[in-house]
């Protein structure tokens, strides 16, 4: 969710590097198919399993800031639950190319010393022995703004790896907003949905509007397989998925009121998004899986996003971060959880959201029940 209350802190400067190559398999040159990586020497455990079945969403709001400042506590994480796919939302690095030139979104910029210096810290981060299991897909807007990342563990390599809602291995969303990753029996898409904003403007109201009728058309027109829709959703669906809502819904930008009162509150508490929203749900045949698991409010647990401490939206919380499955994966969510808790967002490892891991059981990814039981 967009911090418009707090400007994001300037990266600190480090020493000069000695590599520049990234983790990333994608190939350098763009085609219409997408080649996997090979898996490497992996635990027997690891290998039982034929297909993801462990999920985590978590938007970073810096990833580069969270390498710097958080990644010993949040690799610690990591390792704890042990996912088989991480998606990341608000990567914030730029996609490869230099001023004036086309950019390159599935590679991290390294034209200059700033970001050849930037480009080390990740790679050195990724190298480490948490997440030198995985391979990362990104998806990067031209500068330090939005971005996704897919981080998917080499013994589970994905079919085919799109970046944008017409499954286009080539082109990008706009700002890297969009990575779907295909496996034998469901597909996951990681998204950093664009924030509503607070007026009726191209880059706020009606930004928002034309996505979430591309994604409903994506998600009507992709019935082959089962769904795994996680990331910064950027949309509070119901009164109990946030914690003050008479707070957010008369929410206003220096008293700005829009002529269209289901547009009136807080940017993601909006009743135009809420309707939207649940019409995606509805006719897409998505299962909210934290909900499905979770009916009640929960006031310490129950919110993946929380404002400043400091100032107005001290304690105000959001639940706008998910993990959406397919109707047909209902009965088969084992746990999704959030992981942080408190208005001093602890287990938020930095950021302004909070991790959601999300677990199935693997019969379902597999294949493996049979939709006529045998009579007993």
Known sequence: MKRFFQPVQKDASFKKPTLSSTSSPSPANDGE??????????????????????????????????V??????????????????IAIQEVRMPAAGAKGTPKN????????????????????ALSGPTFRKYDVWWSLSDSKYAGTALFVKKCFPPK??????????????????????????????????????????????????????????FILQSTDKPLIWCGDLNVSHEEMD???????????????????????????????????FGT??????????????????????????????????????????????SEKLKDKII?????????ELEGFYGSDHCPVSLELSESTIDGNDSENPIPE
């Not at 080649?35 to 020497?41: D, I, Q, S």
Request: aromatic letters at 10%.
């Open 33 to 66: 198919t997408e080649e996997t990586a090979t898996a490497t020497t992996t635990p027997v455990e690891e290998t039982q399993k034929k297909q993801p079945t462990k999920f985590l969403t978590w938007n970073a709001n810096s990833f580069l800031l969270r």
């Open 68 to 85: 710097k400042n958080n990644w010993p506590e949040f690799t610690k994480f990591i390792d704890s639950i042990d996912p088989d796919v």
């Open 105 to 124: 979104p599935r590679e991290l910029k390294d034209d200059n010393n700033s970001s050849r210096e930037e480009k080390l810290i990740i790679t050195r």
């Open 160 to 217: 085919k790896v799109s970046f944008n809602l017409d499954l286009s291995v080539s082109k990008h969303e706009t700002d890297g907003r969009v990575i779907i990753a295909e496996f034998e029996s469901f597909r996951i898409m990681n998204t950093y949905v664009p924030n509503n904003g607070w007026k009726d403007e191209e880059t706020s109201f009606q930004r928002r509007r034309k996505w979430d009728k591309r994604m409903k058309e």
């Open 242 to 276: 946030v914690s003050h809502p008479e707070f957010f819904r008369t929410a206003k930008m220096n008293g700005y009121v829009p002529p269209n009162k289901e547009d009136c509150g807080q940017p993601g508490f909006t009743l135009s998004e809420r309707k939207r």
């Open 280 to 325: 995606i749900l509805k006719e897409g045949k998505l299962i909210d899986a934290y909900r499905f698991l979770h009916k009640d409010i929960d006031m310490e647990c129950g919110f993946s996003w929380s404002g400043n401490p400091i100032g107005k939206y001290r304690g105000k919380r959001m639940r706008i971060d998910y993990h959406l499955v």
């Open 335 to 343: 746990k999704c959880e959030m992981h942080g808790q408190g208005i």
